[in-house]
């Protein structure tokens, strides 16, 4: 059997009690990202099938939802926070900095999936805007400067 299949059945077994009459596409790829923590390609397939929908709708669903994630953990993930009180302090120049210096977008991961940038939500610490989550670290303030120390130090810790 190859690795495929195993995954296949695995995803079968993982979703038997979702029924296409519940149109609970949402619910079933949280099933699957909470065994794997990532949603592998194969489960679209699977997913599509179980809930008698088209792939294509399955793909939209998890790459419009941002809690998604289309790629293993990374053994470092650096959240960028998207809200308010960070982008009245320069959050973009500090984001436009993480994708420039990682050569990657938000939900990605490094070829050598050592480090990953994903997209989040204000936690309550806005006194350190604009600011990033090293592995759920605080980091903050930062300016577009400290953005690429921040990210030169990650890379050569990793
Ligand atoms: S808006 Fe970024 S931590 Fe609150």
Redesign the pocket.
Known sequence: MTVDNEATLEIQHLLRDFRPQDGDLLGALHAVQHRYGYIPRIAFRVVARQLRLSEAKVYGAATFYSEFRLTPSPATLVGW?S????RLKGSEGVRRMLESRLGITFGENTGDNKLGLHFAQ?????E????VWVNGEVVGPLTAASTSDLVQKLKDEA
């Open positions: 926070c809200g308010p009180a960070c204000c936690n309550g610490t806005c350190y805007a604009p600011q």
